[in-house]
């Protein structure tokens, strides 16, 4: 007969542990506050050590804690994996994935096929939409991709998708007469701009050694692939990211103005992230590298 703790006070301490707050290991048991607080205290008794050091509205791990983490991680992973594996099989894998519109249809949709392709098994889910989503709180999605900053929140994995260069881009019928424009040029023409861009025109213009003078208008659009289709009509200049661009940059709809001494922002402006607990599933897995190394091919 094994001596071990109870199984729901060692599941309860591995959540608490991992996300670091008995809120957040309540929401994902699906049990209240305190009774993650009653089993952890029971394992603390059945130990006669503290696993946690308690104070207001946080818990940190003792080194016995930790200890007892990292070898519980070890051990529920291969349950996880053991009972997949066993588990009923299935012609088709789901994979719910939440993405920020623009690169949804300008990069990840045109390589969704090859992905399809080469797992043809997982079924991809998508949707979009510019506000970032809880991983903690939607249980429905597997994945987000958001823009602007990563999520920080215990339990979530959040990696950067890479560098993006993001530079002037305009339609060539702009520059008839100056094909190549300096920065004076640049900042007499009209500068689109994208609201939800972290990169602000100040910012390039200070980059390159000017002050973009104040209280100029500027049309702006809401959506990275709205303020490009408005340079690609000749509104203006769209200060985007060349990774959302491609398609117009190689179909000649577009041409970047970084040429000369002018210089271009290097910025991680997407987040792909997924749960910890599920950092081991694959078609989490497939997906996380799949996308990395798409990037890669582009480089």
């Not at 500027?218 to 690609?232: N, T």
Request: proline share 6%; with cysteine; charged share 25%.
């Amino acid at each position: 007969m094994r001596k071990l703790p109870s199984f729901f006070s060692l599941r309860a301490f591995e959540a608490a542990a991992r996300l670091q707050s008995f809120a957040l290991a309540s929401e994902e048991l699906h049990l209240s506050p305190s009774a993650i607080s009653h089993q952890v205290r029971g394992l603390e008794t059945y130990f006669g050590k503290p696993l946690f050091t308690r104070s207001f509205r946080r818990v940190e791990l003792t080194a016995d804690g930790r200890r007892l983490l990292d070898q519980l991680s070890v051990a529920f992973d291969l349950m996880e994996a053991a009972c997949e594996e066993l588990g009923p099989v299935r012609r088709s894998d789901a994979l719910a994935v939440h993405c920020s519109p623009s690169f949804a249809t300008k990069w990840l949709g045109p390589r969704l096929p090859r992905f399809m392709q080469q797992y043809p098994d997982i079924n991809i889910s998508m949707s979009s939409g510019a506000e970032p989503m809880d991983l903690l709180r939607h249980e429905e999605l597997d994945l987000t991709i958001a823009y602007g900053s990563a999520p920080q929140r215990a339990g979530i994995v959040s990696e950067a998708i890479g560098s993006e260069t993001i530079v002037p881009l305009c339609a060539p019928a702009l520059l008839k007469d100056k094909p190549a424009p300096t920065l004076a040029d640049i900042a007499a023409m009209t500068l689109i701009q994208s609201t939800l861009n972290p990169v602000r025109w100040s910012d390039w213009f200070a980059l390159n050694g000017m002050k973009l003078p104040p209280g100029r208008p500027m049309p702006s659009f809401d959506r990275a692939s709205l303020a490009l289709a408005a340079a690609v009509n000749s509104v203006g200049i769209a200060l985007e990211s060349t990774r959302l661009a491609e398609q117009e940059i190689a179909n000649g709809e577009l041409v970047r103005l970084d040429g000369g001494e002018l210089k271009s922002v290097l910025r991680e402006t997407h987040f792909l992230s997924y749960r910890e607990g599920e950092k081991n599933s694959k078609k989490i897995v497939r997906f996380r590298d799949w996308i990395f190394s798409q990037v890669e091919l582009n480089r």
